[in-house]
């Protein structure tokens, strides 16, 4: 089954909720924590790694936290996706090939052309579009 992992799921979650405040105002991981019943922790780490990437702008301080750093427009949910996760892809196989079943295998071309369309699908769509 095809799902996003609860480290995307949180990031899409706290990119939505800073989305909805003034431009510029800081919100921080307990406050979107606590407002969506997730565990600071992980939240903390996830926001911190969306700093990393250059999706948010982190303030240091008492009274600092985060804010979106760049337009969420500018973003496709494929980059994102990797960004956050690594390679997309159905399979192993779609970009690592040590797979020993290769030689034998039937379904690699099928499944290598849902995996680009699914691709695709993504790099057409926004985490602004999704976040809205």
Excluded: W
Excluded at 13 to 42: C, F, N, W
Excluded at 46 to 53: A, D, G, M, V
Excluded at 73 to 99: A, H, Q, R, T, V
Aim: glycine share 6%; with cysteine.
């Amino acid at each position: 089954m095809l799902k996003i992992t609860r480290k995307v799921e949180y990031a899409l979650i706290a990119l939505r909720h800073m989305q909805e405040k003034d431009p510029g105002e800081l919100t921080s991981a307990k406050e979107i924590a606590e407002l969506y019943a997730m565990p600071v922790e992980l939240l903390a780490k996830t926001l911190q790694h969306l700093s990393r990437e250059g999706i948010l702008a982190t303030v240091q301080g008492p009274t600092g936290g985060y804010k979106i750093k760049k337009s969420l427009d500018d973003i496709n949910m494929k980059d994102f996706f990797e960004k956050m996760e690594g390679p997309l892809g159905m399979m192993n196989c779609y970009f690592d090939s040590d797979c020993t079943l290769i030689p034998a295998c039937n379904i690699r071309t099928p499944i290598q052309r849902i995996n680009d369309s699914m691709r695709t699908m993504f790099e057409n769509m926004s985490v602004g579009e999704v976040t809205q």
